[in-house]
Structure formats: C-alpha cells, structure tokens
T-cell receptor, first 115, second 112 residues
C-alpha cells in the first residue's frame, strides 16, 4: 500500500486566499484524522471522521476552517480566508478499526506558509 | 490542553547508549502509544501499550506503563544514529473513542 497520501506537500499563499489541502487515506481504513503541528502548540487534532462522517470537530480553530470527506478515499481541509497564523504543517492520518483501531498512520504532511 | 507531557524535552546521547524518555498524563486512558517523527516527515507508530498492561517490548524498544502514577517510559536500547528523531507519546481515552492526544515531543539526538 502507498500509505496515506497528502497533496500538496508545500503550499505558499498570501493572506486572504483560499487554501485546500487534500488527503487520500490507506485503502480500507475507516477513520481519518486531520492534525496541525506548530512549534508553539505541538500536534493538535482538528477533526476526525468515521466512515466519512465527521465525529469530532471541536479542534477546528474557527469558521474559516472546514473539512469534508465525500467518500472513503478522499478528504479535504479548506481554509478560507487564510491568515499568517495558519502557517503550520498539516497532517492527515488514518486508522482501521477492524485491525488496530488505535494505531494511526500518518501522511507526510503539507507545509503551509501564509504570507 | 496537552494530555501527555514528555520529559526531557531534549536528549543527547552517544551511539550505543540507552535512551530513556518519560511521559506523564492527567486523565484515565485506554491505551498509550509512542510515535517517532523524523525531520520533515509524518509520525510513525512505534508501540502501543494498553491500560491493563505494565510492560511491552518490540525489538530494541521497551515501554512501561504505571497507571497509578499516570506515567509511561520508553527505553531504546543500544541506540543508533538512525534513532535521531522526535518522539511523542499519545494517549487514547477510555470508551469507544479512537481520538488521540499527543504530547509536545522529545528531541533525541544520537551522536555517532
């Protein structure tokens, strides 16, 4: 399996622009997680899905952030409008409740820079 | 707020030495996991220990869990330069919930 795939790997955008991050989880995994990592705050869970349904979005910082999972093999995290404080590395992770519910497999991350 | 707090924040050792990293947490857990992150990469799952287990081994890794003290330790024996990375503990809550809470991590440097 190719593992969790994220795109783009790097994104540089100007404040006020819309940013869309993409994730393809491991095939067969039924949980998908979006995290944000910064030096100041560490790794924060933003939202997670089970069988394409959002279960907990309490970590989403504000209404500028939205996430969707239209099918089992694709998810997006959108920031509109973006702000410099959104600069971070965004990770997507997936897990398989049938085999190892609690072990998460991370993608390589998207490094977002908002100028 | 952070559930897992790792200690020390940074550790530098010589190749061949053992590395011990600690994690403390606040609330009841179902499981505790350790992950490794190499620079510029995503996190990689290393080992999981359940709340009813006290010790677990995987290759050169040994994890202990003391639920009475709400603490865990990760021991890497005979360290190698390739072990240089950041290490995170993550706690899974009780109940049917796969959500994990990560600590801020420990930076381990292994000098060749």
């Amino acid at each position: 399996d190719a593992g969790v795939i994220q795109s783009p790997r790097h994104e540089v955008t100007e404040m006020g622009q819309e940013v869309t991050l993409r994730c393809k989880p491991i095939s067969g995994h039924d949980y998908l997680f979006w995290y944000r990592q910064t030096m100041m705050r560490g790794l924060e869970l933003l939202i997670y899905f089970n069988n394409n349904v959002p279960i907990d979005d309490s970590g989403m910082p504000e209404d500028r952030f939205s996430a969707k999972m239209p099918n089992a093999s694709f998810s997006t995290l959108k920031i509109q409008p973006s702000e410099p404080r959104d600069s971070a590395v965004y990770f997507c992770a997936s897990s398989d409740s049938g085999r190892a519910l609690y072990e998460q497999y991370f993608g390589p991350g998207t490094r977002l820079t908002v100028t | 707020s952070q559930q897992g707090e790792e200690d020390p924040q940074a550790l530098s050792i010589q190749e061949g030495e053992n590395a011990t990293m600690n994690c403390s947490y606040k609330t009841s857990i179902n499981n505790l996991q350790w992950y490794r992150q190499n620079s510029g990469r995503g996190l990689v799952h290393l080992i999981l220990i359940r709340s009813n287990e006290r010790e677990k081994h995987s290759g050169r890794l040994r994890v202990t869990l003391d639920t009475s003290k709400k603490s865990s330790s990760l021991l890497i024996t005979a360290s190698r330069a390739a072990d240089t990375a950041s290490y995170f503990c993550a706690t899974g809550p009780t109940g049917a919930n796969s959500k994990l809470t990560f600590g801020k991590g420990i930076t381990l440097s292994v000098r060749p």
